[in-house]
């Protein structure tokens, strides 16, 4: 009971410095490589329709200009190039990648919480197979899983430090993830956030329109 206190109370400190972070980077990363030994990385859903929007995205008289229309180009080209140019095991490494990114990402946003919610984001992540899953397909389910964390990393730092710059990051994030996943254009709503802030009215419209 006191080692797994001990071990408790280490995780909690290492969550405050950078070295922790690298440690929690190169966890995932190796909690990732573990898993796909006996799950290898594979084309996940849809894969086919990006890899066709992929390979017409530069075409000036596409094939298949449909598949352009829904399909948002940023899942295309990653995935797409991914493959193209990584090659299986190079896709299989930034799949990794994306994964220890997007563990980070939650952590960092859950320590607005405290250290205590930033461990235990880390380690349900990295534990979770269905979480896992998504970064074990090519496809646009794995992108958006990362871009998403990230922006949620964005708007808990905007929130909690509310300035004109961050909150422009946080709209061009909606831009962003409107090019992963068309539904993601609901986000526009976060423009109302600023607006419940405790901050003067002039600065919450600043803000607002910032957004």
Request: charged share 15%.
């Amino acid at each position: 009971m006191n080692l797994a206190r001990r071990v408790w109370h280490r995780l909690l400190t290492l969550t405050e410095t950078r070295r922790g972070g690298v440690l929690l980077f190169a966890l995932a990363m190796g909690v990732h490589a573990v898993e796909s030994i006996a799950w290898p990385v594979r084309l996940g859903r849809d894969s086919l329709s990006y890899l066709r929007a992929y390979s017409e995205v530069f075409e000036w008289h596409a094939t298949l200009p449909w598949l352009m229309l829904q399909r948002p180009p940023v899942s295309p080209l990653l995935v797409g190039s991914s493959l193209d140019y990584l090659g299986g095991y190079g896709t299989e490494i930034a799949m990794a990648v994306l994964f220890a990114l997007s563990v980070l990402a939650w952590s960092a946003a859950a320590r607005t919480f405290g250290a205590a919610a930033a461990a235990a984001t880390a380690i349900a992540l990295v534990l979770y197979p269905g979480y896992g899953e998504l970064f074990h397909e090519v496809s646009g389910d794995a992108v958006f899983a990362a871009a998403f964390a990230g922006w949620v990393l964005l708007l808990v730092r905007a929130v909690d430090s509310p300035t004109v710059r961050r909150f422009a990051a946080v709209g061009l994030g909606v831009v962003a993830l409107s090019l992963v996943r068309p539904g993601n254009q609901v986000l526009v709503l976060v423009a109302f956030v600023p607006l419940i802030l405790g901050l003067p009215w002039r600065r919450r419209l600043a803000v607002a329109a910032a957004t």
